[in-house]
């Protein structure tokens, strides 16, 4: 009796064990999820841009939009009827009109117009998205521009009215340049 019980117990515990259970698959899935975190969120990123884009796009074929695009993705036009001088440039203090908003049409900021709002190119903090978009324009220019999510406030909106991964709507006019590195 003693021997078939231990014939027993081995048989069962032999049969626990074999792969293809219901357990080492559910365990074969988690360490498949988990073994390259880094790649899951790289393909996240990418499906998330992605339908910025097309998001972007939608508004502009909406709108009837003529944009152009430029190397870092931001989508502009500027009306260069009224412009004078060169364009701004690293280091110019910049005087301009701003008004911020959503894809969705929200409005989010805009500047006051009896006092126009400055801006030190790349030495200032602000969007990346606004530096590039007044290193595009001169005096007189108005400007439109739409910037993605990271050339705008990004990953953390702006705390305030900016959600996280937010598409901006800019409208912009300047008003002055000052060449800051002759004035030295």
Known sequence: MQQSFKYLLLILSLGACRPGTENSQKLELRQEASQNPRENSIEAHRA??????????????????????????????????????????????????????????????????????????????????????????????????ILPSHRAFGVGGDQNKVPPFTALVYKLEVLEIQNQNQQK
């Open 48 to 145: 998330f841009l992605q339908k910025e884009i097309e998001s972007i796009k939608a508004y502009i074929a909406d709108r009837d939009l003529d944009l152009e695009r430029n190397g870092t993705g931001i989508y502009y036009s500027i009306d260069s009827t009224a412009a004078q001088g060169p364009m701004a440039k690293e280091g110019d203090l910049v005087y301009y009109y701003y008004s911020i908003s959503m894809l969705n049409g929200s409005q989010l900021y805009q500047s006051d117009s009896s006092k126009p709002a400055s801006l030190l190119i790349d030495r200032e903090d602000a969007e990346i998205g606004l530096h590039d978009a007044l290193k595009l324009m001169r005096v007189g220019d108005k400007g439109f521009f």
